[in-house]
């Protein structure tokens, strides 16, 4: 709804019609949480819709249209809410309309990639001062905090997704969410974060490690894992088969024994939602396109000891556009911290 | 699913069936954000799961159980996997769960209430420690940043919503979405947090003047808003229905001649979410039972003004032990700031 129509008021629902479209919302866009501001071609119709359903509602104004059938999204859409548009809109065939938008978001405009763009500078800027501070003794939860207030100090509407901060035996697993353990001499540290800015999310993953000079396993370690991701980054291409992105990057950790235990996936399109189409995975189907905007993620996590993940957000562009645009550009050497 | 079971690993899905009990993950709690830790009279299966469809893998679980009807939440359900459980298992007779456990939880036991007593000593704190800074020439974000940091320093798992902050002519708006607007000499701050504790959340709202000495009509606005927010407290008492304490704390403000524009309801539940049963408005069907913890806030906005929202959590209880308790303690006066 925020991609169709520009904003999307907590509740409201989106009605495409033949000849005129609208924006049903349950009270004035500015009594709730809103995102974004209306297209100015679309009809704001505000309903005193009972008991909030908004979707009901704009059922009965397709009625009110002529509409002889309404395609719903499904995979959104809770049974409850789609049996009482079937009850109050009989007349109307009701279809499922799928990914349909989904699908329409896969590839970018500019417009939409600026905002990517200007989202992974302040994510950058974020993790750049952090760099710069004391981080023995802190907790992930606090570094996680003061993360997540520089990203909205630099102009982020928000954080993109809960940041994560992860130390010792939790680094290197995606998804981590901070705890009370402190940053010691000798760990390995593994931050996400990313910012929101005017609704658009990107994402950066780094691992550093603390102390003047990083062990053995963890030079050899890192180094693999950078391999990867750059063997992943260097797929990215129009045309690019997903599944061959991720063979990119997972046949450099699966050779070096470490099939066991590696995440799903490689990478997921980024964009309105954190996680969106395309996803970089073993079984995904499809190509990659122009325009798309991907994280590119290989991890490994060795329980009980730690591991590395290495994010990037990348735009795909042709080679004659000089091949990939990384917007994270925070740099990936190994740093000691 | 967290109430029932005690965990809400991401994804996942709760299947309470005759015999036994499952905890249907798609992947080991400890790979995917969680919330708690499963109770251990669950069984836990974790499931390679197609697409991550936790629910037809838990329906394949049910055929196998020998079930010949599986109940399922019709109102968190989408159409779409609905239709896949079907066909997966179209032996079993799909019936719905309706809102049985959202009933269950709406009366609390006292370490429900526990939690949520921490969660509003954590607000008090939070809230307590910013009015003793600096506040003309803030930002509303920068504020709201620094209670949800505050939040969690003391303790709390994050903030139970998004904070917000109102300023000068925002003040008064229920969930007003803080912006860059800085806090001025003479204006209405209106302020409303809550903390997470152990996934129980909590809310607290009040109104404060910037500047030596409020104008009149503050103070009137005030003195309104106040006796209506008592008057509401007041009302809660186990079998007072719903709409008779909606009716005391709105009969207040409609007399002053405030009818239009008044926010559709007085206050609502509080328990794992921050928005559950009951709703105390004008058309709510049902009657208060101790041990329910429920919010009163009412407020009032006037355009271009600002207005005033005074909001406690509270807990009713019988007369015979005191009355209402009340979990948010900061001062109600009007303070000058």
Partial sequence: MRYLSGAAPQGSVLLLSRHEDFLVCASPPDDRPSEGRPDESLTLHVLPAPGGDTAVAAAGLAVAQDADSLAVEE???TVARHRAIGSVASQLRLADLGCAVEQLRVVKDEEEISCLRIGAEIADQALGELLESILVGRTERHLALELERRLVDHGADGPAFPTSVATGPHSGRRGHRPTDRRVEEGDFLSVCLGATYRGYRC????????????????VELYDLVFAAQRAGREALA???AFRDVDRAARHVLDSAGHAEGLQPLTGHGVGLEIDEDPQLAPAA????????????????HLPGRGGVRIDDTLVVRPEADGGPELLTITTKELLAL
């Fill in 238 to 240: 129009p045309g690019a």
């Fill in 203 to 218: 994402e950066i993953g780094r691992t550093f490690v603390i102390g003047t000079s990083p062990a053995d396993w963890q």
């Fill in 75 to 77: 995979h959104h859409l």
């Fill in 285 to 300: 189907m499809g190509k990659l396109d122009a325009c798309v905007p991907v994280t590119v993620e290989p991890g490994v």
